[in-house]
C-alpha cells in the first residue's frame, strides 16, 4: 500500500520559516520525482516545487529565493524548507510523487502564515 505522509506544518509568523516533511511508503521511492503543490479555498492546486530523481530541482516564481526542496533517498522522504514566509503562502501544503503514469498524493498539512 502506498502511503505519502506530510508532517511539519503549523501555524507561523511572517519572516518565520517551516520544515515540511513528506515520508513515502510502499513505492521506489528514488524512481518518482516529487513535489509540493499547495491549496487554498476557492483556488487551483498550485505547483511549488518539484524535485527530480537525479536532483535536479524546479520552482515557483512567487517562492524563488525563499522555498527549498530537497530529498534523502535513503529516508524515502522529500523536505520543502520554507523561509521568509509570507501571509499569501498560507495553504494547505500537499506532496506528490509522479513515476510514468504513477501518481501518488498526501492528505496535506496546513500551514497558516499569521501574526
Known amino acids: 500500500q502506498v502511503q505519502l505522509v506530510e508532517s511539519g506544518g503549523g501555524l507561523v509568523q511572517p519572516g518565520g520559516s517551516l520544515r515540511l516533511s513528506c515520508a513515502a511508503s510502499g513505492i521506489a521511492f528514488r524512481l518518482y520525482a516529487m513535489n509540493w503543490y499547495r491549496q487554498t479555498p476557492g483556488k487551483q492546486r498550485e505547483l511549488v516545487a518539484t524535485?527530480?530523481?537525479?536532483?535536479?530541482?524546479t520552482s515557483a516564481d512567487s517562492v524563488k529565493g525563499r522555498f527549498t526542496i530537497s530529498r534523502d533517498n535513503a529516508k524515502s522522504t522529500a523536505y520543502l524548507q520554507m523561509n521568509n514566509l509570507k501571509p499569501e503562502d498560507t495553504a494547505i501544503y500537499y506532496c506528490?510523487?509522479?513515476?510514468?503514469?504513477?501518481?501518488?498524493w498526501g492528505q496535506g498539512t496546513q500551514v497558516t502564515v499569521s501574526s
Open positions: 524535485i527530480f530523481r537525479l536532483g535536479t530541482t
Open positions: 506528490n510523487a509522479n513515476f510514468s503514469k504513477q501518481s501518488y
